[in-house]
């Protein structure tokens, strides 16, 4: 690697496999930090401006249109009325308009003049008005003239069933080695679907200029979003910006590009002015992909000691007809534990239902349920405790291919949480009578596979000595901007105050973006890499090695020398970092791992479950900031209350359509529902194998087994086993 000095040389540095933990040896003392996020103030009061909030000259704004029939063709739209009516300027329909993008999926629907529907309440037109209350009148008043055609909505029913090939296998003789158990369940269970739910609406903002279109957008992972939207639009991707600065939560739903952001760049490039279009909340739940509910058969079989021998997950979920998404049920399940007799089957449903995606945690938020409550039900049938009987059923290596696991703290949180949660004051089922409640305890593990995905950063030591950090990444809510502050002020040895972080524009090099758990470690790897890179330049300029320069406080010493940042010759110096990840260790099973322990009460007359307390540990590597990283885990765990209890998309048994498209009728916990809780981090853990940061994913982690814990302590409090989630009342009574 050259290290000129030239201002405009940019230094590049990859990734070697064996990195050494120099953030360890870093001492800024900024990392790991509970620091607040630097936009918070702006977010609080009101000047950090959301993707609706940016108001161009001479805006128009857009109102989608929903089919009212589930499937079909659009016949006729009667848009002359509306077109008539006072401030509209123009209806459109058809192609691109009509797409509806999946995640990672860019135009794959194909082109057609009148939109063919697929669901109830996909959007089939946009109306475009001087306001928004014109553009609503307007796309009321349409008259749309259908060719229905017969639909199959119930999953259970479906006649068209897809089995990915890639998602079964049969190991071993499993129906054998549950014949020979010394104790075996077969249990089924269910999980309602679910919505993003969101707090932030999708809402674009589109300008051209110059046949260049600039969308202001609410959007997680720009790169991808910016491939969708130009492909969408049929332009090249060096036309399109996407600017999404602040993320009012995406949860999944803003993975990829949604109607509105094709809609209001089609209608702004052809009205050639700017126009807004904003989901109404009801839009949101409908035309957003929601994620699928689940039926899980589970059986397990072990021998008279506990080991397991017989290990079956079975799911059936759903999509539309020739979406390529279905939700991973069993991901977390092929890793967790032993039984050398298994069966994964997954089955996808083709109804016409909205379309499914990505949604918290796709897989082990809804898996983790089915096989957390039956690994219980096990230790129930055996006697043995339940924690006893996961540790016993780990295995040195992986059940499905035999790869050694990275740091694994899966035990470690089981044992230190149970003592932390004061475990040993578990009773039998059904023996605590607190007035009107039954009291119980729950207990479950928590695991999410880890992620890394190619991230780019640009950083920047400017001449006044302080440092700018440039990617697309996106901060969702999550604490990028704050996490991204502290990796870069550690490396270079500067206060938070000294590094201003610029992301979520598409503009700057090409993160992860925010998903999957992946952002921190991904777009952090590649800023780590860029700081790398820095010091070399600034150890070169002091003529020592890198391992012998000290950045502290915005001054380099190295050998006898000490030095302010900004008194280098040849700043601003610019360097860049790079991870992908095959530069990982590719022969390793990575995962984060934590446990979730629930105190519940159920009211012996109504049923009524009420979550008294909860403490989640999680084992994820190198904090980065823990705060932020807390405040995850409060909120995962909280999306695990919900969907133990009261979360469920509902879909009417005759055409589909979600019922309950709000946040009055759909589910969510509210303070009320959510006790103490909770979330301890382990402070000491690394993995090496995960990135150059030595850190795993923690977002999607803490609702990865939370709400079995729930239901795990149901059945301890009163003895009812309920295997349809969410635990209503009425299930339980
Ligand atoms: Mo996530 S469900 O990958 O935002």
Redesign the pocket.
Known sequence: MSLDQSPDQTTELTMDKAQPRLLDAMSQGLLGTRLSRPEGALKVTGRAAYAAEHLPDNLATGVLVRATITKGKVSHIDSDGAKAMKGVLAVFNGDPLVRNPAQGQAGEAPAQVLPEVHYFGQPIALVVASTFEQARAAAQSMTVTYEEEDAEVEPATASTVDKPKKSQSDTGDLEGALRDAATAIDVTYATAPHT?AAMEPHASVAEWKDGRLTLHGSY?MLKHNLAELADALDMSEDNVRILAPYVGG???S??GIAPEAVAAAHAARELKRPVRVVMGRDQVFQMTLRRSETTQRIRLGCDASGRMTALAHEDRVSNLPGEAFSEPVAQGTHFLYGGENRRFTHEVARIHRPGTG?????GEAVGMIALECAMDELAEATGIDPIELRVMNMRETTPADGLPYSERGLERCLREGAARFGWDGRRPAAQRLDGDWWIGMGVASAVRTNQMEESVARVTLQSDGTALVETDMTD?GTGSYAILTQIAGEMLGLPAKKVRVRIGDSDLPKSSG????FGAQSCGSAVFLACKGLREWIADKLDVSPADLTLRDGVATGGNVQMSLADFAGLPQTSEGHVKPGDTADDFAIAGYGAHFAEVGVHADTGEVRVRRMLGIFSIGRVLNRLTAESQCHGAMIWGIGSALTEELMHDPRDGRIVNHNLAEYHVPVHLDVPQLDAILLEDTRDDQANPIQAKGIG?LGISGAAASIGNAVFNACGVRVRDFPMTPDKII
């Open positions: 993003s997680q995406g949860f999944g803003k993975l990505s949604v918290r945690a796709p969702i925010s998903g999957g758990s999607e």
